[in-house]
């Protein structure tokens, strides 16, 4: 008796555990220097506070939802959010209806605008940290793009040893961002080199460039910087194939063919990824899609005949030609995601098409998700 | 008597003109892509907008004055502030005592805080502009101090051929920021990029590589990321000479010697490089002072005996070693600008010391004055 009333008490404690408030509230990694707020918790809440002595209310709004702060006498307002998934997020302030970035933190393009960022400390946050090893160089490289008629530019991580190396060639991953990110979202908030520092120190990938370009691409005629998910006329793949290519080519110490490109985006730019190397099977060997497919949004059975111009028809061509056919997914994802992702990789097993499928646990269609897929896929790359 | 009346007639209308509010607002360009405000119009004046429906005041805080915008019936505030000065300036919302960057802008770092900048387009703005000229690349480098045991950024700008001529060897420039900015500000709102960019296209600068720290660095006993202009514990002179020189020399093609090193700054930068210079004449041939100097902040006459430890007691020993010793200063400078530089410059010529002297127009203590200086500088470097 004794000992059940011990386990009652233990599983009442360990009910009621989630319920009492975290008070160990630390300042985000992703602050300015010297910036005490916004703070997080160990439960993944945030804590933000700006002073606005003359504000009507203000308001914390990040996850979709809007957080009421309190104001104390000195003016200043303070307030928590709910628990957050593990990661990095966008999130701004609303004072008094004006929707601004907390001036707080450090400003990531996401969501059509620069804003604030927080991070929610990840249990294998290890696998993006800097660390002690020898570390890439990330370098703006900037063009102008004939096709679209402006200038352009990308990132292009290059791998510790590249600049002593220098009769060493290498492969190239180029690596693609989201709908309403840029060129920036990948070595920032991505994390894109520290993940390639860390797999190259510990031997678990091969060194490599990463390119790491803009996603929007417009004719003069059509000329949209700022357009949604799947505008048909999208020049990237014109861009990526005649220029950024033969630029990164002509730039840098590449494998310039197929065995040793490799193609990867996330969301939009898992769409679009996929897209360009269907139709470019002569100029690429591997594709990574995290939290995207070209049958995006629907989670209809795919017709094989008709979908990307019968490009997965001949699902015995496709194995063959692509060496790591990759797909990552996390399982908070929202809809469609789930559905047209499971969808699509149904059409791949009923093709007979070799792929790997990765489940980021407890992420959202958000940054970790894409962290982690990467750390996974770069793994694979280039292991011929 | 006509001809009398005309000329007053024309006078009249020259005084009344600037009067005339111009309404040529046009967006700025350091907005973020495909928003409309800021704009900026031809007198300089700058107009904000911001939805802000709940507000009771909404203010633009520009140059250390505030303006009051004023509400329309939708909830949106808009205002003017008078001319700004050509250049690029600093600036922030004010809603309801709340300071906030204008979700507008772009953002930079300055005044301690990243937050919006905006640009008032300047006459000679060809000598930063983005041309169809090759290109030189602005790298992010990390290494990691043992001397303030952190880990710490500098961006490298090599310059168009660097990545191919493999056998070439650069000369370096040394770049430094000033108070409350850091390693971000030259490659961003500096536009040293562009501005090298465009001189060695035009053969008026020599190729060269230009290294971009972090003048704060602190260390750990006195860990201070956002101290103030000549705190005495600074270790930035130990990080640039033991750790960022070296470093440099190692991972990139220099010619490590005095003769192709160069050091500069502006402001605290200024003052920084200059006892930096001083105490190391063995490792630079190459002074620039952009908006400063070490006798900051007095204008009192100096003593060589005693200042910056004598070093400039024996005039004919500095003139023989500083190849280039380089001083810049805008005319719209406030004090004790203009009267330290001056009494400086008093001494330099007292003691026999060839300076050049460079007058930026119609700026003040800001980045167009360092632009221009950089340009004009940078000419002068390394020639033979």
């Known amino acids: 008796m004794k000992h059940i009333k011990v386990i009652v008490a233990l599983i009442v404690l360990a009910v009621h555990m989630p319920c009492v408030a975290q008070t160990d509230y630390m300042p985000s990694e992703t602050n300015q220097p010297g910036k005490e707020f916004p703070k997080v918790n160990s439960e993944g809440r945030v804590r933000a506070s700006i002073l606005a002595p003359e504000a009507n209310k203000v308001q914390l709004d990040i996850g979709g939802v809007k957080y009421d702060l309190t104001k104390d006498s000195e003016g200043v307002w303070t307030g928590e959010s709910a628990p957050q998934d593990e990661g990095f997020h966008y999130y701004q302030l609303n004072i008094d209806g004006a929707s601004v970035p907390d001036p707080g933190t450090k400003y990531y393009y996401g969501a059509g605008r620069w804003g604030s960022g927080i991070e929610i400390p990840a249990k294998d946050r290890e696998i993006y940290a800097l660390k002690n090893v020898p570390h890439g160089r990330v370098s703006e490289q900037l063009y102008f793009s004939n096709i679209t008629q402006a200038w352009r530019r990308c990132f292009v991580y290059t791998p510790p040893g590249y600049n002593k190396n220098t009769d060493a060639q290498y492969p190239v991953l180029y690596l693609q961002h989201g709908s309403f990110e840029d060129e920036t979202g990948w070595a920032t908030q991505g994390k894109a080199n520290l993940i390639l520092d860390n797999l190259i120190a510990a031997d678990k990938a091969v060194p490599m460039i990463i390119v790491m370009d803009n996603g929007y691409a417009f004719k003069p005629q059509d000329n949209n910087s700022t357009g949604g998910n799947r505008r048909p006329q999208s020049a990237f793949e014109e861009v990526l194939i005649n220029e950024v290519i033969p630029m990164i080519d002509s730039e840098y110490r590449t494998h310039a063919n197929r065995e040793h490109r490799a193609i990867a985006g996330l969301s939009m730019g898992a769409n679009q990824t996929m897209r360009i190397i269907m139709n470019n099977l002569d100029k690429f060997a591997y ?92 793994q694979l790359l280039f292991q011929k």
Chains 1, 2 share one sequence.
């Open 287 to 378: 594709y990574g899609g995290f939290s995207g497919t070209s049958n995006y949004p629907t989670s209809d059975k795919i017709d094989t005949k008709t979908f990307l111009n019968g490009a997965f028809d001949d699902g015995k061509a496709v194995d063959e030609k692509i060496k790591v056919f990759w797909l990552g997914l996390g399982t908070n994802e929202p809809d469609p995601f789930p559905g047209s992702v499971g969808a699509f990789r149904e059409m791949l097993i009923e093709q007979g098409i070799d792929h790997v499928y990765y489940e980021s646990p407890e992420t959202a269609h958000e940054w970790l998700t894409w962290r982690r897929s990467l750390y996974q896929y770069a």
